[in-house]
């Protein structure tokens, strides 16, 4: 894989890492690839990352979905859910397909160099 590509993953993964929103599976997930770089285990543990961020990565209406649910409002606060609920609404008019949070747009940009991954 060209080093430039490369680093650009790595620097979207320590992006994703460092996300409030990022789950604890995929920070694993995001280690696990890190460590493996370079090494025997490296396709294998690819896979997995590319799997665990692909299960992760927020529809736009799967956001909206949840935003507007009791479990969301439960979640975020009645306010908060209401305000990420008309946001999440604004980008979805704009074009958006996943949720715009600091985890998923890292994700977004890891998926779209699936190619050079594998």
Known sequence: MDKKVLDSIVEQTHALMAAPSCCAEAKAAAQAWLAAIGKAAEAAETEKYLAELAADIMPIDGLI?????????????????????????????????????PACKAVAAILSQKGNLL
Do not use: M
């Open 65 to 101: 979905g949840f935003a507007e649910s009791p479990a969301g409002i439960q979640c975020f606060g009645g306010e908060t859910a209401r305000q990420l609920a008309a946001h999440a609404k604004e980008i979805k008019a704009a074009g958006a397909v996943y949720c715009d949070c």
